[in-house]
């Protein structure tokens, strides 16, 4: 048995963001992501595309639309997207809506509450986990954070205990 290639999508969000010493903030470069497969020891097939690096607090809605179509596009059936926490909610539910009933994709959103870049980040644990499931579960929509898995349906990010949480279909904001 063959092992099935992955594809992981980079949107940027705090997960890919490096401090700039000289202008005193939080930038995009390039993807951290080769660097964290290499440092975590992944041995999976994975073709990597970089579609964007934004920070989801300004993303458009014609940007979370690309990220849908290009997800949807993918050859691979397993897909990771890295993206940023803040409405990354948001864009698992444009692409749940807009993916066909058939469609046999594992779809996993992750990112980090605080860059790759920074001590003490969540973006490895959270892109572990995120690898793990996406060859796990059934075809459908997710978001990996915290350790957990979350139907895009059904969770949201609490801004004040900063974690994301699981919520009734009605209730998510």
Excluded: W
């Excluded at 470069?29 to 595309?49: G, K, N």
């Amino acid at each position: 048995m063959t092992e099935e290639r992955l594809r992981i999508i980079t949107t940027g969000g705090t997960f890919d963001k490096l401090y700039d010493a000289i202008k005193g903030e939080l930038t995009f470069r390039e993807s951290q992501l080769p660097r964290i497969l290499q440092q975590a020891r992944v041995t999976l097939p994975v073709h990597l595309d970089s579609l964007l690096a934004v920070d989801s607090l300004v993303m458009t809605e014609d940007q979370r639309r690309m990220i849908v179509a290009d997800a949807l596009s993918c050859i691979e059936k397993r897909v990771v997207i890295v993206h940023g926490t803040d409405t990354m909610v948001e864009t698992g539910r444009l692409l749940k809506a807009t993916r066909q009933a058939d469609d046999e994709h594992v779809f996993v959103l992750t990112g980090a509450m605080i860059p790759y870049s920074l001590e003490n980040s969540d973006a490895v644990f959270n892109l572990g986990c995120a690898l793990a499931s996406v060859q796990l579960l059934d075809s459908g929509v997710y978001i990996a954070m915290g350790g957990r898995i979350f139907d895009a349906d059904h969770v949201r990010k609490n801004r004040d205990k900063g974690v994301f949480e699981e919520v009734d279909c009605g209730l998510a904001t």
